[in-house]
């Protein structure tokens, strides 16, 4: 009895001592497992909480219960550090007309995502077209959503990730050669 006393003893005392990892960091290995696995064509959607479970194949759902934009720029710092992906991102069109009055927060949330995303070209298109290029990414390409705990609409950060080391002129010239020239 003795033996079993101590065996459980040593058993709280390592389970005390192991570190502890909060919840939202499995989103964080997550991302980090997957990065390295993800290209061009593939997107990443930073969402808010109301974001729906679409049941395209490709989309992957994670609840994140952290702040928007600290996914956010945990997600574009881990970009910027690939070797192979860079962001494409797009937010809301609907995002600037959404008063105070109907989602309380609204302007300060666009001022914090303004500075987060303050080195980035962010292009604009309506929620409906957004959702459905995810929709449609998502029939052959893998989508990581990743749903935060901010409550404002039209304040999710879509980033479509394309080549880091092949840039879009690169690709422009390749294929005015490839028609101005007869194939080896």
Known sequence: MRNVFRLSTILLAMIAAAPFTPAQSGWKAKLDAELPLLGHRNWILVADSAYPLQVSPGMEVLETNADQIEVVRYVLKQIDSSIHVRPVIFMDAELPF????????ATEYRTDIA???RD???QSDLHEK???QLGQAGQSFHVLVL??????????????????????????????????????
């Not at 959404?98 to 927060?105: E, L, R």
């Not at 394309?162 to 028609?179: G, I, Q, S, V």
């Open 120 to 122: 980035y070209t962010v």
């Open 115 to 117: 500075t987060a995303l």
């Open 147 to 184: 749903k935060t705990n901010l409550t404002i609409p039209y304040s999710s950060v879509f980033i479509r990730l394309d080549c880091k080391y092949w840039p879009a002129d690169a690709e422009e010239r390749l294929r005015t050669r490839m028609a101005s020239q007869p194939a080896h």
């Open 98 to 105: 959404v008063p105070d009055a109907d989602a309380p927060g």
């Open 130 to 132: 957004l959702i459905a």
